[in-house]
T-cell receptor, first 106, second 115 residues
Framework: TQLLEQSPQFLSIQEGENLTVYCNSS?????LQWYRQEPGEGPVLLVT?????EVKKLKRLTFQFGDARKDSSLHITAAQPGDTGLYLC??????FGDGTTLTVKP | DAGVTQSPTHLIKTRGQQVTLRCSPK?????VSWYQQALGQGPQFIFQ???????QRGNFPDRFSGHQFPNYSSELNVNALLLGDSALYLC??????????????FGPGTRLTVT
């Protein structure tokens, strides 16, 4: 099983601030997916990154896959309270990281 | 168009009992994966079913078994329940489970409590 480490574990910021969360492993991945999970619900897929060095944007969210395909980051610009949730990364058909719990205060 | 549905929503069982959880995939999907999510952790992959067969399995004991029916719905069975089996059990469906960027959609989960 590939071990994924996500950091930070918890992040609490004010509305309008920028933030970056990380997903790291010693293993190489063919692809990596990012999800957001809200309390009482299942995770919702945000993006899949496949190519080393790839950058994908989803509105205010920017996802990057490391050149060596061992790590990934998620950057949120001008965070809003609606961004609050648990952000998870996972390779396909495998165990997820433990996630970053993000709280954006109005 | 209904998304992924799971039943029951909540369940309380006693140690040593057996439990069956059910999942109906999103319309048009033919692959079902099951995950276990303990409190404060990310989902752990249990197994995936496609064409009524278990195709891939995570690091879970044989007490965890499953089944997929011809209509693509699926069941997760757990025997000889342990306190540590208490968790949110998530079902995810996708189409053919192949490719590097396939999308899977999760249901809301079944909260299992073992006492």
């Amino acid at each position: 099983t590939q071990l994924l480490e996500q950091s930070p574990q918890f992040l609490s910021i004010q509305e309008g601030e920028n933030l970056t969360v990380y997903c790291n492993s010693s293993s190489v991945f063919s692809s990596l997916q990012w999800y957001r999970q809200e309390p009482g619900e299942g995770p919702v897929l945000l993006v899949t990154v496949v190519t080393g060095g790839e950058v994908k944007k989803l509105k205010r969210l920017t996802f990057q896959f490391g050149d060596a395909r061992k790590d990934s980051s998620l950057h949120i610009t001008a965070a809003q309270p609606g961004d609050t949730g648990l952000y998870l990364c996972a390779p396909l058909k495998s165990t997820f990281g433990d996630g970053t719990t993000l709280t954006v205060k109005p | 168009d209904a998304g992924v549905t799971q039943s029951p929503t909540h369940l309380i069982k006693t140690r040593g009992q057996q439990v069956t959880l059910r999942c109906s995939p999103k319309s048009g999907h033919d692959t079902v994966s099951w995950y276990q999510q303990a409190l404060g952790q990310g989902p752990q992959f249990i197994f995936q079913y496609y064409e009524e067969e278990e195709r891939q399995r995570g690091n879970f004991p044989d007490r965890f078994s499953g089944h997929q029916f011809p209509n693509y719905s699926s069941e997760l069975n757990v025997n000889a329940l342990l306190l540590g089996d208490s968790a949110l059990y998530l079902c995810a469906s996708s189409f053919r489970g192949v490719g590097l960027s396939y999308e899977q959609y999760f249901g809301p989960g079944t909260r299992l409590t073992v006492t």
